[in-house]
């Protein structure tokens, strides 16, 4: 199944996912859901057109296709083929076909988001790759490299209090030239835009930039772009790095659709041999997903219904200057402000409860009941916070910690 070694090193939990499996559905206040207001099965299906409440009607619960439904691979391949037809075009290639199944351009499966992150690292990466990653990230894109033993670097990011998080490509590029003159093995890339959890996106013109960096390698590196907050941007107008040579695009309904519980994501994949590899080991995962989760996807896509018009959290960009260079800039449903550090002030005897992010976090939840994900949870230096303003409850909890917190001061004050 893979060309990989036989030693791996063990997954260690995920930090962020065990912190929310004891407190996401446990605390009232929720500050820090990486999704957008999720949609009822009623608000769907009253969405649905005639035909595509037949589909649901006469669904069954057997099993389905392991790519896909073709109707929602379809609906896929519709939403990607602008972007892929540019880098066609690019290429010299022709205008690609409509239908999903007539082109050769890239290959498409579906999945549950995480599952395609397993897979596609499992199969991919050996022991001693070299992968860049950008930093904070969601554990699972770096935690299954890691697990391989391969070499992890950082590419961090830089903050300042009027534009808050910047991926700079200038310190990429200085990452790959490093790899180029030490004659390192660079196997992938690994970048997120809209990122989670800073919010910071790429344009278009950047994600070209980024390729163009990539292909001064003699052996293309992988590229493994992971889009699952690409919707926000709008229709047919995101950003994407789908159909460029050896790039693996991962998206899904999970973030702005508001429909994570269809877990319902895809792989777009334009080398088809790292393709037969990754849908290899999925017939030992999932295999296919349900066909209630397919039918309700299909609407999704064919309907677009995403909740941005009617839900979205309005964060207002005050520099505008930052605002014209990066028109995307901050379009994410996260951002992730710092925190002053040490919490409890520069003396001894600082209360428990503020001696990191984390036990603050802890105490929040146990005290107050608000569930705040903290930097430490991506394994960042750097004290910060990440706020889900993509929930209709957002302001309430906001609202929440700034009275807990006053709380808090108000104990440490007496106890000093």
């Not at 299954?144 to 990429?172: G, M, Q």
């Not at 997120?192 to 001064?216: K, M, R, W």
């Not at 107050?368 to 993509?390: H, L, N, Q, T, W």
Request: charge should be negative; proline fraction near 5%; charged fraction near 20%.
């Amino acid at each position: 199944i893979s060309n990989g070694p036989s030693f791996m090193e063990a997954v260690r939990p995920s930090l962020l996912e065990r912190f929310f499996a004891k407190y996401e559905f446990t605390c009232r206040y929720q500050l820090s859901c990486s999704d957008c207001q999720s949609w009822s099965t009623k608000e769907v299906l009253n969405r649905a057109s005639e035909a595509q409440r037949k589909h649901w009607d006469d669904s069954s619960l057997g099993y389905t296709e392991t790519l896909g439904h073709p109707l929602l691979l379809q609906a896929i391949w519709d939403r990607y083929l602008p972007v892929v037809q540019r880098e066609e075009t690019r290429r010299g290639g022709g205008e690609l076909p409509r239908e999903v199944g007539k082109q050769n351009a890239v290959k498409i499966t579906t999945c549950v988001p995480v599952e395609g992150i397993y897979i596609a690292m499992t199969q991919l990466l050996q022991q001693g790759d070299v992968v860049i990653a950008m930093e904070p990230a969601y554990q699972a894109l770096t935690e299954i490299a890691r697990s391989r033993t391969c070499e992890i670097v950082s590419w961090k990011p830089h903050y300042d209090v009027e534009n808050f998080w910047n991926f700079r490509l200038e310190d990429l590029q200085f990452l790959l030239k490093q790899c180029l003159e030490r004659g390192q093995h660079l196997k992938m890339l690994i970048i997120n835009s809209p990122h989670n959890p800073t919010g910071v996106s790429f344009t278009q013109a950047e994600l070209d930039q980024i390729f163009e960096l990539l292909e001064e390698f003699e052996e293309m590196p992988i590229l493994f772009s992971d889009e699952m907050y690409t919707a926000i941007l709008g229709e047919g107008a995101a950003p994407s790095n789908a159909g460029r040579r050896n790039s693996i695009v991962l998206s899904g309904l999970s973030k702005p659709w508001g429909m994570p519980g269809l877990r319902m994501g895809w792989l777009i994949m334009e080398n088809g041999e790292h393709f037969e590899k990754v849908v290899t080991l999925r017939d030992y995962t999932t295999m296919c997903l349900p066909h209630h989760s397919e039918i309700l996807s299909i609407i999704a896509l064919q309907e677009f219904l995403l909740r941005m018009s009617d839900w979205f959290y309005p964060l207002v960009q005050e520099n505008q200057a930052v605002q014209a260079k990066s028109p995307f800039a901050f379009r994410a449903s996260t951002v992730f402000p710092r925190l002053k550090h040490p919490l409890g002030g520069l003396g001894s005897g600082a209360l428990e409860s503020l001696e990191s992010p984390s036990a603050l976090a802890e105490h929040l939840a146990s005290e107050y009941s608000i569930c705040m994900i903290v930097s430490e949870k991506f394994e960042f230096d750097c004290p910060a916070v990440r706020f889900g303003i993509g929930m209709s409850s957002f302001p309430k909890s906001l609202q929440m910690l700034e009275e807990a917190l006053k709380d808090i001061r108000s104990k440490a004050e007496m106890s000093g």
